[in-house]
């Protein structure tokens, strides 16, 4: 139970256009998207961009390695035509493990920022230019990237693991 079962399924505007998803894995929540993707109003796959988070969605810093099939998951989204994009706390040597876990291709930008905040995301927008409707943040903080991510018009889904899994909007 919990309010994010409760609220999963709803949506979050009178035109219904955020619907609020979420998922145990990283795995399951891109299943999610994809299925809500193929259901919902088509656009050019190549207008469709998701934004990740890095530490708790694609990467355990506790364990220090990635999160169980994130690699597989990326190249999956990128070879059904997705672009894919980063969005990361700037932590010492954070560029460097990114390189050293191979996932600097897999991502058509990398941001770096000291203070991750909702214009980090709407610059991703502005200049990838994607059917924002149509597009996705992927993390484990409802108050930070999935609050972002709502209120830019996005598609959210909560990876809820780790340390973040009962937190509140």
């Given at each position: 139970?919990?309010?994010?079962?409760?609220?999963?399924?709803?949506?979050?505007?009178?035109?219904?256009?955020?619907?609020?998803?979420?998922?145990?894995?990283?795995?399951?929540?891109?299943?999610?998207?994809?299925?809500?993707?193929?259901?919902?109003?088509?656009?050019?796959?190549?207008?469709?961009?998701?934004?990740?988070?890095?530490?708790?969605?694609?990467?355990?810093?506790?364990?220090?390695?990635?999160?169980?099939?994130?690699?597989?998951?990326?190249?999956?989204?990128?070879?059904?035509?997705?672009?894919?994009?980063?969005?990361?706390?700037?932590?010492?040597?954070?560029?460097?493990?990114?390189?050293?876990?191979?996932?600097?291709?897999?991502?058509?930008?990398?941001?770096?920022?000291?203070?991750?905040?909702?214009?980090?995301?709407?610059?991703?927008?502005?200049?990838?230019?994607?059917?924002?409707?149509?597009?996705?943040?992927?993390?484990?903080?409802?108050?930070?990237?999935?609050?972002f991510g709502n209120r830019l018009g996005m598609r959210t889904i909560w990876v809820r693991q780790g340390?973040?899994?009962?937190?509140?909007?």
């Amino acid at each position: 139970g919990g309010w994010s079962e409760a609220l999963a399924g709803q949506y979050l505007d009178q035109r219904k256009r955020q619907r609020i998803l979420s998922a145990p894995t990283l795995r399951q929540a891109v299943r999610s998207a994809l299925l809500a993707a193929s259901q919902g109003i088509q656009s050019m796959t190549e207008r469709r961009l998701i934004i990740f988070d890095f530490n708790r969605t694609l990467y355990d810093p506790d364990r220090d390695r990635l999160m169980l099939a994130a690699q597989k998951v990326l190249r999956t989204l990128r070879k059904r035509g997705y672009r894919l994009a980063l969005v990361a706390q700037a932590a010492p040597s954070r560029r460097e493990r990114i390189a050293a876990l191979g996932l600097d291709p897999l991502f058509e930008r990398i941001v770096l920022t000291n203070t991750k905040g909702i214009a980090d995301f709407s610059r991703l927008l502005e200049d990838l230019q994607p059917d924002v409707g149509n597009s996705y943040v992927v993390g484990d903080r409802v108050r930070k990237e999935i609050a972002f991510g709502n209120r830019l018009g996005m598609r959210t889904i909560w990876v809820r693991q780790g340390r973040f899994a009962q937190e509140l909007p």
